[in-house]
């Protein structure tokens, strides 16, 4: 058992540091993805997750499997292309997603070549799935400042989101901050991608974003809730899916996004707040 | 104190006038009910009061101060029902302008919201998601956001349709309160019923004022037939307004 579960993290530094990197995404992705899923947004992420690819890979072209460029010219991307998207949906007539669509689509295979101009098919796997067992120490730093970075910048936004989630019409009656902070929401959001591409790549990047704070739709009652539900639930996935990887030498980023996708399955299944079971087959019914 | 003053507005879509060359004043503590057949731009006039849409021409002229003591309910409030949030705390957002992007509730506060949902007859639901209440239940939930919001001016689209007479009573006295604390109330309505009962003055609206003042004087038969004549649709080859120059 203590060699299954725990003995990996104590022996591995790899492990232990595969963890804290899992621990640091679900700390910033979760609450995102929560938001992202509430504002109907939930594809959005997927799609900007392709989006940050020809960026990164730009950055990989010029400097080499590096840090620095690889984050820089993945925000910038991520930014063009959620910025370019929103003017196209906003001068033309396609609605937002139908132009979003063609970007990412466009980035993607951009990506694909420009990766491959230069390097071998083991940087293209390590570009599209990730390196979550290699995270060095500036890789880390980097995760850790995002998820800081994004909780503060979502305790400041909080009110305005929720607000704007729930009743748009009213918060444009008596505030101007809609706007400008679904801006900077989009902007976390394609931070927090850029930080998934680091650890899991840009084809599961949304992964540790999106399936815990979907899972947790099935057990929370208030976006409070489900934000902290759906970090646990990142957290348990992470863990879970390095586990599985060490003991079953399965692949640890997909082993982690799978996890994480076991934990949807459970709670889709069984969750108390429209879950099957409880919907389909409900506890007796009170008398008021 | 909140006097509104509507000189020559138009307002519209696309340049088609939806309010047409309105002019008149409300008077601070005014109770005034806007009547008039679908289409004559009721609810146009409320957005245009609110500040959510800006006049092809003319203006609407109050205080700054008023303008952010403005309180609107929005005839299809563009509510997300399936949004994980609290009847307390959607009522709460109504502090927006004490609290701002970060402010907390003090004591006084949450007793305040307690208190605007015991108005409404809600006690007992402050825990409730919004998604599990009627369409009644919502509309009070609504309108203790309003008490919440303590505005000079209150502007109410439509409040009572789809309401049962106990539920339309009960908010109704609620809007007699707010006009005896000397705010101005301006309601779209249909039933002429209330309107005679609780709105002293009433504007007859059909694009353009047909009539502006005491109720029983806008209400004739012969201004409510003036008034259904008016044609809904608009027209895309109008000349462009002689007036509007």
């Known amino acids: ?288 | 104190m909140s006097a509104v003053t509507i000189r020559d507005l138009t307002l519209g879509y696309d340049r088609h006038p939806a309010v047409h060359h309105l002019d008149g004043r409300i008077e601070a503590g005014a109770m005034l009910a806007v009547v008039g057949p679908n289409g004559a731009g009721k609810s146009t006039l409320l957005k245009g009061l609110a500040g959510a849409i800006s006049p092809l021409s003319g203006a609407v002229e109050m205080t700054r101060s008023d303008r952010h003591a403005i309180a609107y309910l929005p005839q299809a409030a563009e509510i997300d029902r399936s949004f994980p949030i609290t009847v307390f705390e959607l009522v709460a957002m109504g502090m927006w302008r004490r609290t701002g992007l970060f402010g907390g509730l003090s004591r006084a506060d949450r007793q305040g919201i307690e208190q605007a949902l015991a108005a409404v007859g809600l006690t007992g639901f402050e825990g409730r998601t919004i998604g599990t209440l009627s369409g009644g239940q919502l509309q009070r939930m609504l309108f203790a956001r309003l008490l919440v919001q303590d505005a000079r001016l209150i502007l109410l689209d439509e409040p009572f349709t789809a309401i049962d007479a106990k539920t339309c009573a009960d908010l109704l006295d609620l809007v007699r309160r707010w006009n005896a604390e000397k705010r101005t109330v301006v309601a779209v309505l249909h039933d002429m019923e209330t309107v005679r009962q609780a709105f002293p003055q009433s504007l007859l609206l059909a694009r353009r004022a047909i009539a502006w003042g005491p109720t029983d004087e806008v209400l004739t038969p012969e201004n409510l037939l003036a008034a259904r004549r008016m044609t809904e649709a608009f027209d895309d080859h109008a000349g462009i307004c002689a007036e509007a120059a």
């Open chain 1, 1 to 288: 058992m203590y060699d299954a579960l725990i003995g990996p993290f104590v022996e591995f530094e790899f492990m232990r540091r595969a963890l804290v990197g899992a621990i640091a995404l679900s700390l910033g992705g979760a609450p995102v993805g929560v938001f992202l899923m509430l504002r109907r947004m939930s594809l959005m992420g997927d799609a900007m997750a392709h989006a940050i690819l020809p960026g990164a890979a730009a950055g990989y072209l010029l400097f080499g499997l590096a840090l620095v460029p690889m984050t820089v010219g993945g925000i910038a991307a991520g930014f063009a292309v959620a910025l370019t998207a929103g003017l196209v949906a906003r001068f033309t007539m396609l609605k937002e997603d139908a132009s979003l669509a063609a970007f990412y689509l466009i980035s993607l295979a951009l990506g694909v070549i420009i990766v491959s101009m230069r390097g071998s098919n083991v940087d293209l796997f390590r570009v599209l799935f990730g390196s979550v067992l290699a995270l060095d120490d500036p890789t880390l730093i980097l995760l850790a400042a995002i998820s800081t970075v994004t909780l503060v910048a979502l305790a400041l936004l909080w009110r305005p989101l929720v607000l704007d989630s729930v009743d748009p019409g009213f918060l444009r009656s008596v505030s101007r901050s809609g706007a400008p902070s679904h801006l900077v929401f989009l902007g976390l959001v394609v931070l927090n991608l850029v930080a998934g591409f680091h650890a899991l790549g840009t084809l599961l990047a949304v992964g540790l974003m999106m399936l815990p704070a979907i899972a947790a739709r099935f057990w929370g009652r208030d976006v409070t809730t489900l934000a902290a539900i759906a970090v646990g639930f990142g957290i348990a996935s992470g863990y879970a899916g390095l586990v599985l990887s060490y003991n079953m030498e399965t692949p640890s980023g997909p082993s982690i996004v799978l996890m994480a996708g076991v934990i949807y399955l459970v709670s889709l299944v069984f969750g108390p707040r429209g879950g099957l079971l409880p919907t389909y087959w409900p506890a007796r019914h009170r008398e008021a």
